[in-house]
């Protein structure tokens, strides 16, 4: 099976400062992976993807890395802002399908 | 705009009395998913359907059923409730084959 951590629960970051979130993953089959963004009492909210033939995907202020060889990922956030603040969350799936499997979630703070 | 909705987004109920969440999609995806998600915690899967297709997870409770009468509609049933239960429920869909899932707002649940 999969099993998702997150190195850390809680990141405090200052406005216009970049942020960089972690994550583990177990199952060396998994080939796709999702950032989800998480505010409070609203359901996940897609920031991102990469599939496991990539290494590194950006997108608006945010960029994906992917590394197969130590299975971690991590999303960097950049120019941190205060409506940043939220849970991000990895989410893993093999093949595209078997359902999303949840890593633990860290709570990113933006300090104004 | 396409998207997925559930109702209601707050639910109290007492302990014991059955309760059912629903969730409708006008994105046409061929699946759905139920997460639960407490406190502080990551979204876990209950169950899956592709198309009628239902798929338990091994360890949800047999507390928790799922309904899906057609493409649009999904229902979660908790039978019992108890305190145990309370959490935020989560609907998704994907389509068929892309693990990306579009999430709900959620709905957040009471048992007193």
């Known amino acids: 099976g999969e099993s998702v951590g997150l190195h850390l629960p809680t990141l405090s970051v200052q406005e216009g400062d970049n942020s960089i979130i972690n994550c583990a993953y177990s199952?060396?089959?998994?080939?796709?992976f999702i950032w989800y963004k998480q505010e409070s009492g609203k359901g996940p909210q897609f920031i991102i993807d990469?599939?496991?033939?990539?290494d590194k995907r950006q997108g608006q202020r945010v960029t994906v890395l992917l590394n197969k060889t130590v299975k971690h990922l991590s999303l960097q956030i950049a120019a941190t802002q205060p409506g940043d603040s939220a849970v991000y969350f990895c989410?893993?799936?093999?093949?595209?399908?078997?359902?999303?499997?949840f890593g633990k979630g860290t709570r990113l703070s933006v300090i104004a | 705009d396409a998207m997925v909705i559930q109702n209601p987004r707050y639910q109290v109920t007492q302990f014991g009395k059955p309760v059912t969440l629903s969730c409708s999609q006008t994105?046409?995806?061929?699946?759905m998913y139920w997460y639960q998600q407490k406190s502080s915690q990551a979204p876990k899967l209950l169950f899956h359907?592709?198309?009628?297709?239902?798929?338990n997870e091994a360890d949800t409770p047999d507390n928790f059923q799922s309904r899906r009468p057609n493409t649009s509609f999904c229902f979660l049933d908790i039978r019992s409730p108890g305190l145990g239960d309370a959490a935020m429920y989560l609907c998704?869909?994907?389509?068929?084959?892309?693990?990306?899932?579009?999430f709900g707002q959620g709905t957040r649940l009471t048992v007193v």
């Open positions: 994105l046409n995806h061929n699946v």
């Open positions: 998704a869909t994907s389509r068929l084959g892309l693990a990306e899932a579009f």
């Open positions: 990469i599939r496991s033939n990539m």
């Open positions: 199952n060396s089959a998994s080939d796709y």
């Open positions: 359907y592709y198309d009628k297709d239902f798929n």
């Open positions: 989410a893993v799936s093999n093949s595209g399908n078997t359902p999303l499997v």
